[in-house]
């Protein structure tokens, strides 16, 4: 057999061993393998993966292994030696799982799936997945729209997982124990039992042409209430490599308050529950001397919006300069940023998101930030040593015009001058300026809006291209294919699903990077299949039937109507902070007047 250390670049990706790995020799009646669609780099920074994976391991007799996407150079070190792909851990083939997880975390890994299975030796389709395979499963965000992927998952799970997910290896644990465990069986118990379960097989789709006509379920997705009490690992893997996010990472709250119009994550995370400031300061503490971190993460959608930050950093800037640890604030907003926040965070780099530049389309996407924000912040920024400054703007935006665009060049012109006008010494500034294209994604008000076509976008882009030459600005943007393919991958139904397939027998891997992504791949396979992307991607009538509307994340369509129509007329809705603005998770309890620890009732 050929070595694997003669074949095969990083091999640290293939085997585990890491540090702080939990016993994988304990006596086990179910065996789980979470699983990434993604590079071992990637996914080892992924914190849901990790939650979930400590939290399997702490069931008793249930052991818990990961597998990431392999690079070429390992796919071919199986096929050349005869081997299915396998767990890090003990090497365990996949099949020889009971459950085989995928976390979809972005809508470009769909196709390391089929990837993945067919490494493993595991037939792609469920319906061809008998008795003696494992049930393969997903969860993440990518759930939320589930039908692009109906037929290759037995059940898909829908929100958050700490409590369900204990529930139901248990379930099924006690199944196996007492009369063995009967796949058709078991997803049937799952669909009546737990209503953040779908699975596809259960329920139909009728559709009229490419156009969903009933949906098929409902499915609730599932809220963790209370930050505090919900199972937390007080360690994480160190690995034996350098990963993406190489540092401690501590979960300060979740939910977003803020209901920008474009963003999926602020509405699918909905409400905001956030940890006491010293339940995070000691999840901060164990999580340094657990792992041996220098460096620590203090996460969250909006990391300056967290109430408690300011006495939580009083404890933790302390703790974190007597132990020598760098103080990571991520997500940081506009208007919420403080210059004492600065005191713990290296002094390098702080990136911001005005998404738009104008005032008339910061209001249309509810962004709630002025330039008097912007411009404030940054002067604070600037007088606490920040040299480094990127923006992050996005093109295709609806009602967008190319005054708006020229807005950004401007915007980021008068970052400079403020630069000059606040700093007479020291180093020159360095502002990067970056655009994604929008994605009208499901569950957000924008979820009716048409994909921008490729002049419009390709135009505007030339021209910020342009304008930027001269300036000393870093430039970039997002590839108008790839765009266009994850608005298809988020928006469509159970009619793409036979493309995605054929679009890895084409060849499609990797395509969440830019250096793998091949559109070409997915053009033929959508003639093959017969695929109308402009179905998919053209703009909705807001009384439609949309292909995820049997998924139920608490925030009602109406909400969604009424933020689309305040939208069009540029009108702005205040954060959750500070009024109940009615999105409909307040009516079934789960959101409740921010108070204390603002935990859920």
Excluded at 40 to 46: A, F, I, K, P, T
Aim: aromatic residues 14%.
């Amino acid at each position: 057999m050929t070595k694997l250390t003669d074949r095969v670049q990083k091999p640290y990706r293939y085997f585990g061993g890491e540090y702080n790995t939990p016993d994988m020799n304990k006596p086990c009646d179910v065996r789980f393998c979470m699983c990434v669609a993604d590079s071992y780099e990637v996914g080892m920074s992924n914190l849901g993966v990790r939650i979930l994976y400590y939290l399997f391991n702490s069931i008793d007799k249930v052991v818990c292994e990961r597998c990431y996407a392999p690079f070429a150079d390992y796919e071919n070190y199986l096929k050349e030696n005869n081997l299915p792909l396998a767990s890090l851990e003990t090497q365990t083939p996949l099949k020889d799982f009971d459950f085989v997880g995928f976390s979809l975390q972005y809508e470009m890994c769909y196709s390391n799936v089929f990837h993945m299975l067919t490494l493993a030796n595991i037939p792609v389709t469920a319906e061809e997945r008998g008795e003696e395979f494992p049930f393969i499963v997903a969860g993440g965000p990518c759930t939320v729209n589930p039908e692009p992927m109906y037929k290759y998952f037995d059940f898909f799970f829908v929100g958050e997982g700490e409590t369900p997910w204990k529930e139901i290896i248990e379930d099924y644990k006690r199944q196996k124990s007492e009369h063995g465990v009967k796949k058709s069986d078991f997803l049937r118990y799952l669909d009546e039992k737990y209503s953040c379960i779908y699975v596809p097989s259960l329920h139909e789709a009728v559709y009229d042409g490419d156009r969903v006509k009933i949906p098929q379920t409902a499915v609730w997705r599932n809220i963790e209430k209370d930050m505090n009490t919900t199972f937390t690992p007080t360690t994480q893997l160190v690995p034996s490599m350098e990963i993406v996010h190489d540092r401690a990472v501590a979960e300060l709250f979740r939910g977003c308050a803020n209901g920008c119009r474009f963003c999926q994550a602020g509405f699918i995370y909905r409400p905001v529950r956030e940890r006491t400031p010293d339940n995070a300061f000691e999840l901060c503490k164990t999580l340094l001397e657990s792992t041996g971190y220098d460096e620590l993460s203090l996460n969250s959608l909006s990391t300056s919006d967290y109430s408690g930050l300011q006495p939580l950093l009083a404890k933790l800037i302390p703790y974190a300069k007597e132990h020598h640890v760098q103080l990571n604030l991520p997500s940081l907003r506009l208007d919420s940023f403080k210059g004492e926040f600065a005191q713990g965070n290296r002094k390098s780099s702080l990136t911001f998101a005005p998404e738009a530049g104008t005032q008339r389309l910061r209001n249309v996407i509810n962004k709630n930030i002025t330039e008097e924000n912007i411009f404030g912040t940054l002067t604070e920024a600037f007088k606490e040593g920040y040299s480094s400054v990127k923006l992050y703007f996005m093109l295709g935006l609806p009602t967008e015009t190319m005054e708006d665009v020229k807005g950004i060049y401007e915007l980021a012109c008068k970052v400079k001058s403020l630069y000059k006008q606040t700093r007479t010494s020291g180093k020159g500034l360095r502002l990067s300026v970056s655009c994604s294209t929008f994605i009208p994604k499901p569950f957000t008000p924008f979820q009716w809006c048409a994909f921008a076509n490729r002049e419009d976008i390709e135009a505007k882009q030339r021209y910020l291209s342009d304008a930027f030459k001269q300036s000393g600005v870093s430039f970039a943007y997002n590839d108008y294919d790839s765009s266009i393919m994850e608005a298809v991958l988020a928006r469509g139904g159970r009619n793409v699903a036979d493309s995605l397939y054929q679009a890895y027998l084409n060849g499609a891997r990797f395509d969440a990077w830019s250096e793998f992504f091949d559109f070409e791949h997915y053009k033929q396979a959508f003639e093959q299949c017969g695929v109308d992307v402009n179905e998919i991607i053209r703009s909705y009538d807001l009384d439609e039937t949309l292909p995820w509307d049997f998924i139920d994340i608490g925030v009602t369509k109406a909400y969604f109507k009424s933020e689309y129509l305040k939208a069009m007329n540029a009108t702005t809705t205040p954060s959750c902070n500070k009024q109940c603005n009615g999105c409909g998770l307040k009516k079934h309890g789960y959101c409740a007047e921010f108070e204390g620890n603002r935990k859920l009732r």
